[in-house]
C-alpha cells in the first residue's frame, strides 16, 4: 500500500490538541507552514519533524498490516465455514 503520510498528517497525529490547522502538502526538508497552533508551543525542529514522520509511517504500516490481516482470517474462517469474530465481520462490505 503506498504511503501517504506527509508533514501536516504526521504533525497532526502527534500533536492532535495543540494544532488547529497545518499545511499538509510540504516535503521533508522544509519547514512545515503551521497556521496556528492552539497552545504557546515551540515548534518541532526538522529532525523532531522526521522523527515525527518515521514515527506515522510505522505507525500506520501497522495499522493497515492489522486490517489485512483482519481481512485475511475473515476470508479463511468463510471459507471453512467457521464463526467470524465481530472485528472480521466488520470488515466484510456487502
Not at 503506498?2 to 502538502?25: F, H
Not at 507552514?33 to 519533524?49: C, G, N, Y
Not at 493497515?64 to 467470524?84: F, M, R, W, Y
Amino acid at each position: 500500500m503506498a504511503n501517504t503520510t506527509t508533514i501536516g498528517k504526521a504533525l497532526m497525529w502527534k500533536y492532535p490538541d495543540q494544532i488547529r490547522e497545518c499545511v499538509s502538502k510540504q516535503k521533508v526538508g522544509q519547514e512545515p507552514e503551521i497556521v496556528k497552533w492552539e497552545a504557546d508551543m515551540e515548534q518541532p525542529s526538522e529532525s523532531e519533524i522526521q522523527t515525527i514522520m518515521n514515527e506515522h509511517i510505522a505507525w500506520k504500516d501497522a495499522q493497515d498490516q492489522a486490517k489485512s490481516d483482519l481481512k485475511a482470517s475473515a476470508k479463511a474462517k468463510l471459507i471453512s465455514g467457521e464463526t467470524l469474530t465481530e472485528d472480521e465481520a466488520n470488515t466484510i462490505v456487502l
